[in-house]
């Protein structure tokens, strides 16, 4: 974030407790002194009014960078932005855009409860107009923000509250020297023969783990786990060209499993490679219901481990 502050004098910051406070993980501390509070704006509580500001501003060739505390808290702008955001470059016949990038906490962590740990990839995926990305790893979480930042395109940035302790590397080893991921583009994280697993966001180390489990015992299972890093658009041809190589798709993600990214993926996959698939696809997804507050119950609906080498190995026959 302070890197595209520093490069555009155009990026600025707006939200709820985001100058005094740094945002409630602290993932803008030291941002408001650094750049002063005409770039590091605290707003009133409404979405609504904050979503329009930033379209407002992202009109007259801003990049406003909109920090919305929870996914969740989405729903208190749905009109402004599915229906202003995602449409007003289409509307104009490309003549204005909206350069604005929404960033989104989601995902189940600490008994947050039903309305503060959703993952609603799925609404803005299917709305023409935005794109979405889903960082797992912090040098994706450094690169696809950048890559948004710059983006002519509306961009929710879906942050997982669970990774922000992640350490790593700030620069993978395959990306553009400026640090600038490349969207619509997906990862082969762990390379295999016998299977596909596609996932994102927290979920790909869910996925890694299990890799690990199906490579040993007596009947060792080779996966190749993708992760898919934007949702939209998602790498469609980096995930035939692995499921043309395996015969067998497994879909992970903490999103509700009813009309997710998963099914379209699933779906794409069965019209694209239905004779060479060797086993029906699956999905590994929550169930269709709130997220619970008590921690074992979280912990329930949310795909671990032993839940994708069960339905890998399954798929794997």
Not at 102 to 121: D, I, K, M, T, W
Not at 145 to 166: F, G, N, Q, T, W
């Amino acid at each position: 974030m302070r890197e595209e502050m520093e490069r555009d004098a155009g990026v600025f910051l707006m939200g709820e407790d985001i100058a005094k406070q740094g945002g409630i993980f602290g993932q803008f501390k030291g941002l408001s002194e650094e750049f002063g509070a005409h770039r590091v704006r605290d707003f009133p509580i409404s979405e609504a009014a904050l979503i329009s500001s930033a379209i407002g501003a992202a009109l007259t060739g801003q990049r406003p960078v909109v920090d919305m505390h929870f996914s969740d808290f989405v729903t208190c702008a749905m009109d402004e932005l599915t229906n202003q955001a995602a449409k007003l470059s289409y509307m104009f016949g490309g003549q204005a855009n909206v350069p604005i990038v929404v960033r989104a906490p989601e995902g189940a962590v600490r008994s947050a409860a039903a309305q503060h740990s959703q993952s609603l990839e799925a609404w803005f995926v299917h709305t023409p107009g935005w794109r979405v990305v889903a960082p797992a790893t912090p040098a994706d979480a450094r690169s696809l923000l950048k890559a948004a930042i710059r983006c002519d395109d509306p961009v929710l940035y879906l942050e997982h509250k669970a990774l922000y302790s992640m350490k790593g590397e700030a620069v993978a080893a395959d990306e553009h020297e400026d640090g600038v991921a490349t969207l619509g583009r997906a990862r082969v994280v762990r390379p295999g023969r016998d299977l596909t697993i596609v996932t994102w966001s927290k979920s790909l180390h869910t996925c890694l783990s299990a890799a690990d489990e199906l490579a040993g015992g007596d009947r060792p299972v080779e996966a190749e786990v993708l992760d898919l890093r934007t949702l939209a658009p998602w790498d469609r041809q980096c995930v035939l060209e692995s499921v043309e190589n395996t015969g067998r798709l497994l879909v992970v993600h903490e999103a509700v499993r009813t009309c997710g990214l998963g099914a379209e993926i699933v779906a794409t996959v069965a019209e694209d490679c239905h004779g060479l698939l060797d086993a029906p696809p699956r999905r590994v997804a929550n169930p269709d219901l709130p997220v619970p507050f008590a921690a074992s119950l979280e912990r329930a609906v949310i795909p671990q481990v032993a839940d994708v080498v069960a339905a890998a190995r399954e798929v794997a026959g």
